[in-house]
């Protein structure tokens, strides 16, 4: 039995074992980690959202084995509860004894509970000769069958210890139990003979087949919800356009689901875009917890933000919480809500936003240039010169935070984490400059830029540039840096003087 000093996740769950105990084992992690974990799954936080946002306090678990931990803890919570089922119905049934109780509350799988409760659940309903024998009869048939008249049913009641409606039976049937219990003995020999031929669609097999559908129903089970919960880190980890991203899309964000996601499109559809994260707290069943798991992972994009046919993208003034009585207060409180935040593009979560503030502030940088050049060029340079427990203590926030801070403020707007795993970084069917013809389309990595153009190793033996005239992509110009991973359009080969001239075609992002 744990200490309640140190069990801490216990909440007399009515086990002899906590699960961040049984956790810690199993997957050798620090306990005060996977008791952090197994609290913050219980308050209903996602793994996207803890992996992300709450990594300091599970000693950054990856999420590949976060996920894992979270099947596995639903697991025991299923025992947990299968085993309180299973001691209060042996209570009532008047069969726990402090031994089986021990075994239970002992138990950490589903086999171990069935093990111990299979041969206490009540029985079906059998036969009268079962029945029979099983309250003690076949030692009464032999004086049955020797004399049927003389039985004294009262002193055999007695002796076997039967109820008033057995005995009833038994008299009203007594001429019959002697060939009824015959029969039944003969039954095992001839499914013992029975057994060493094929076997048909008898009992066994048909037990058999039961155990192997559940088992497979079982194993279907576990499958979509690991699918499911690798389907909403991929969505979440990547993140959504708040203004274009589909229903579908969106029921995979972390903290989301089918109905909400069906809330939010109904709000664009009567209100117009979203012009900032604040505004998903007015939309109907989108409370605090909600918007605590999937803030982080939704974002506005300006140039995503197209009012619908004949509304305006001035949507309609948040009511404050309480009336106050200057009403040009509360005015202010209305505009500053619905005001564009460059914050929302970012990764950061909207708790974090006032250390973000002060940090950008403190870096003397304007939250506006967020995802530029120049800013992330900065604030990387800033990160190098600075050590982060010092700027903890200054910002009066955790360590672990200001680490994320500085993560998410070296990322463009567009980052996108899968961008590395896309594509492979050449084009394998191109080894040599000889073989490169005007048209083709390569992939490279930009080594070089330069006031005139960009570098970039397209995988041969001539490096390609991309000339500032030609770095251009939806009729804008676009800034390349160093390790982007592009695709590029050949405009002019020379072998002989060892010149690739190329356009841009495609930007991905740096590889990590």
């Not at 509970?113 to 000769?129: G, M, T, V, Y």
């Not at 007594?174 to 013992?192: D, N, Y």
């Not at 903290?255 to 707290?281: D, T």
Request: hydrophobic share 40%; proline share 4%; net charge neutral.
């Amino acid at each position: 039995m744990f200490d309640q000093d140190e069990d801490r996740n216990r909440e007399n769950e009515g086990v002899r074992w906590d699960r961040g105990q049984v956790l810690s084992q199993m997957f050798a992690e620090p306990v005060w980690a996977v008791r952090n974990l197994v609290s913050l799954l219980d308050s209903e936080c996602s793994v996207p959202f803890i992996s992300r946002y709450r990594r300091e306090k599970i000693n950054e678990i990856e999420p590949d084995k976060l996920r894992r931990m979270s099947l596995a803890n639903e697991e025991l919570k299923g025992v947990v509860k299968k085993a309180t089922a299973v001691l209060v119905k042996l209570e009532k049934e008047e069969k726990l004894t402090p031994e089986i109780q021990a075994a239970l509350e002992s138990a950490q799988s589903m086999d171990e509970i069935e093990e111990i409760f299979a041969p206490l659940k009540s029985a079906s309903k059998k036969s009268f000769a079962e029945r029979a024998r099983q309250n003690g009869l076949e030692a009464l048939v032999g004086e049955i069958e020797r004399n049927v008249e003389v039985v004294d049913f009262a002193a055999f009641a007695e002796k076997f210890k039967l109820d008033g409606d057995i005995v009833s039976h038994l008299k009203a049937l007594c001429h019959e139990l002697p060939v009824l219990l015959k029969c039944s003995r003969a039954a095992p020999k001839a499914s013992t003979a029975d057994s060493k031929k094929e076997p048909s669609r008898g009992d066994k097999e048909h037990g058999r087949g039961q155990d192997s559908d559940r088992e497979a129903m079982k194993f279907e089970k576990k499958l979509e919800k690991a699918l499911n919960c690798v389907a909403e880190e991929c969505v979440s980890f990547v993140g959504v356009d708040l203004n274009v991203a589909d229903e579908l899309l969106l029921q995979r964000v972390s903290g989301l689901g089918p109905a909400k996601a069906k809330k939010i499109l109904e709000w664009r559809r009567q209100k117009g875009p979203f012009i900032n994260r604040q505004q998903l707290r007015l939309v109907k069943d989108i409370g605090a917890k909600t918007f605590e798991q999937c803030a982080g992972f939704i974002k506005i994009n300006p140039e995503t933000i197209v009012p619908n046919q004949g509304q305006n993208t001035a949507a309609e003034p948040v009511e404050p919480a309480q009336k106050t009585a200057k009403k040009p207060r509360a005015k202010k409180q209305k505009t500053e809500a619905y005001a564009l935040d460059p914050l929302d593009q970012t990764h950061v979560h909207p708790e974090s936003y006032d250390v973000c503030r002060r940090l950008i502030a403190r870096m003397k940088l304007d939250v506006n240039s967020v995802g530029k050049r120049d800013f992330i060029q900065q604030v990387s340079q800033y990160r190098k010169e600075h050590r982060l427990e010092q700027l903890a203590d200054a910002l009066e926030t955790e360590v672990a935070v200001v680490r994320s801070l500085f993560e998410f403020l070296q990322q463009r707007t567009d980052f996108d984490y899968r961008s590395a795993f896309q594509m492979p970084l050449f084009r394998r069917d191109i080894r040599r400059a000889e073989d490169l013809r005007v048209g083709d389309l390569l992939t490279g990595q930009v080594e070089n830029v330069t006031d005139f153009g960009a570098f970039v190793d397209c995988g041969v033996s001539i490096t390609g540039l991309i000339h500032t005239s030609k770095m251009r992509l939806a009729g804008r110009q676009v800034d390349l840096e160093i390790g982007d991973r592009v695709v590029v359009k050949v405009e002019r080969v020379d072998v002989g003087r060892q010149r690739l001239a190329v356009s841009l075609s495609q930007r991905c992002q740096p590889v990590p």
